[in-house]
């Protein structure tokens, strides 16, 4: 758009004004004003806004050169385009003088209408040119103002941002380390929890043979009581003894297999076996204790059970007695059956419900009964008896192997214990074989043997002792593992078995037995028959008795009968 050029004539002389303006009035977009002297000139300046001043220098007052000084004094005037006129006589010297005080042109008077005109348009044009640039400046600075006010905006931003996001840093690493403290501090307590669990489980097996130990002979003694004579009423006291003695022992044995698993000293020894004969033994070992109660037992195997399998069958044997005793103990009428079937997926997988039409247990008490300790009913267990373990150590087994086990139960109506194992599949020529020797062969005339027994506490070696007072066998006794060696090779000829006890000072079983070994292989001598007595009823504890050579094991307490079948076997 074309801007409006506004000129001021400053001039004392009005006609030289006036032509001045009728000349300029030719001009497009210009604007005229007057001053008749250099102050209305000042005044105007200030008053209107102008682009060029013709200015005339001879004035009365303030003339051309002192005007235009004043004009370049201001911030606000100072760049307005003054172009000086003056008369041609003076021109010279006015126009050195002229250029001093900042003019940019002169005229001369008389004024040349057609220069006049060219000049000022001219001046028109470049002042145009000036808006022009002026603008496109104006709003380049204008564009550089937004894009600086974006940028600290943005900046701002960034920085907000780079805080918060620090923030947001600091928290995650106060998390993280806070994490870590108390990840920390969770593995410390759990390796303090298992330290004190691994000591109380220690704990509770040493106590547990402690007590087993002195239990051996309770119940023996009470076993020889009960062999000789007496009148009703002792005999009664006597079977009361043997019981609390026996029940007493079965809980030591629960609390030394728990303490054990908790320990996490319970290694599976998987053997093949026959699962369908399993279910039969156990059907047998409770048949009579299921008639006593004077109700049926009995078992139901799905056609698809494999003949044989590969898993631990002691384990899987112990939580089905287990089960099964239960049953038998919780059931006054009806029956008791145990199912096994088979199932095959990824793995192949034994399962077995044992069934009752028992007392059942309330609902409130199912969620618990696996717990240690946990029994139904308080008055329950005081008239059944039981040490609520029972279970605790079947889901415990069950957990090692992998399965599972459940219970579903109505009161009054009945119990089904659920437990699944996996298994493999085994040869049938897995199975071992068994052996005629290990069965007693009890009804034989019995042959007397010379017995060595090696005992170190004086309650057991009367025990055994008393056992065999009336057999024709002969018994020498010594009481560690060192008196045991030099008797064993002094009389290695004339002896028939040992009966070797484990835990022993001075020198172990193990360690009697393992010098034994290696004295007849060194001396080439055949090797005497020896018999381990240990007070662990744990398959580990038999294995390590038949690694170091024994030949048989046994565990504490002794029972007469057991002793004598297995003497028999030597005989
Ligand atoms: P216990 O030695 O007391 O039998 P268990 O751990 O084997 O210990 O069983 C815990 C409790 O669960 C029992 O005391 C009894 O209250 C309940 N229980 C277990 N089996 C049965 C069942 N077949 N019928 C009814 N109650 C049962």
């Known amino acids: 758009m074309t801007q409006l050029f506004r000129i001021l004539i400053v001039d004392d002389n009005a006609n030289n004004r006036f032509t001045l303006k009728s000349v300029l009035t030719r001009l497009d977009n210009c604007q005229t004003q007057e001053a008749a002297s250099g102050d209305e000139a000042l005044v105007a300046v200030i008053e209107h806004q102008i682009d060029l001043i013709l200015l005339d220098i001879q004035m009365p007052g303030l003339d051309g050169f002192e005007t235009a000084r004043h004009l370049k004094m201001s911030a606000r005037t100072r760049d307005i385009p003054i172009i000086f006129v003056t008369a041609v006589f003076k021109a010279e010297e006015f126009i050195r003088k002229g250029y001093k005080v900042g003019a940019i042109d002169y005229l001369t008077k008389p004024i040349d209408d057609n220069q006049l005109i060219n000049r000022i348009q001219l001046y028109q044009r470049l002042f145009q040119r000036e808006r022009h640039v002026r603008d496109a400046l104006n709003a380049l600075q204008e564009k550089e103002r937004q894009l600086q006010k974006i940028n600290q905006e943005l900046d701002q931003r960034v920085q907000q941002r780079t805080h918060s996001l620090k923030l947001k840093n600091q928290h995650l690493e106060q998390e993280i380390q806070e994490r870590k403290r108390v990840g920390n501090a969770l593995k410390h307590a ?20 402690e007590i087993r130990t002195p239990m051996n002979v309770v119940i023996g003694m009470s076993d020889l009581l009960l062999d000789s004579t007496l009148d009703g009423e002792q005999k009664q006291f006597a079977e009361v003894l043997q019981n609390a003695g026996r029940s007493l022992l079965d809980l030591i044995n629960d609390i030394l297999d728990l303490s054990r698993i908790e320990a996490g000293q319970v290694d599976l020894s998987p053997t093949p076996f026959q699962a369908a004969k399993l279910v039969q033994q156990v059907v047998e070992i409770l048949e009579i204790k299921a008639a006593e109660n004077g109700i049926h037992l009995s078992c139901e195997i799905a056609e698809d059970v494999p003949e044989s399998v ?29 199912q096994l079937s088979y199932h095959h997926t990824d793995v192949h997988q034994l399962n077995f419900v044992v069934k009752d039409t028992g007392i059942g247990i309330d609902k409130k008490h199912l969620d618990s009964i696996f717990n240690m300790f946990s029994q139904a009913d308080s008055s329950v267990s005081r008239r059944y008896g039981g040490s609520g373990l029972g279970l605790t150590i079947s889901s415990r087994l069950v957990g090692l192997m992998g399965g599972s086990i459940r219970v579903e139960s109505t009161l009054g109506k009945g119990s089904a214990f659920y437990f699944s194992v996996p298994v493999h599949l085994a040869d049938r020529v897995d199975i071992p074989a068994e052996s005629p020797e290990t069965k007693p062969r009890s009804g034989e005339a019995v042959k007397a043997l010379h017995i060595l027994l090696v005992e170190d506490s004086p309650d057991n070696q009367l025990l055994i002792k008393t056992y065999l007072k009336k057999t024709p066998h002969t018994l020498d006794i010594v009481s560690n593992g060192v008196e045991a060696l030099k008797t064993m090779i002094n009389n290695h000829d004339t002896l028939d078995l040992v009966l070797m006890d484990i835990q022993m000072p001075v020198m172990d079983g193990y360690a009697a037995t393992r010098a034994i070994r290696k004295w007849e292989k060194d001396e080439s001598r055949d090797s005497l028959p020896v018999l381990a007595l240990t007070a662990f009823a744990l398959e580990e504890e038999k294995q390590k008795c038949l690694a170091v050579g024994c030949n048989e094991h046994m565990t504490k307490p002794i029972r007469k009968k057991i002793l004598m079948d297995m003497i028999a076997q030597f005989s």
């Open 190 to 209: 759990m390796k303090k929890a298992e330290a004190a669990n691994k000591a109380k489980s220690e704990f509770l097996a040493t106590m547990s043979h």
């Open 310 to 338: 590969y898993g631990d069958n002691s384990r899987i044997r112990q939580i089905l007695v287990n089960l099964v005793g239960n049953a038998v103990k919780f059931t006054e009428q009806g029956s008791v059956t145990i």
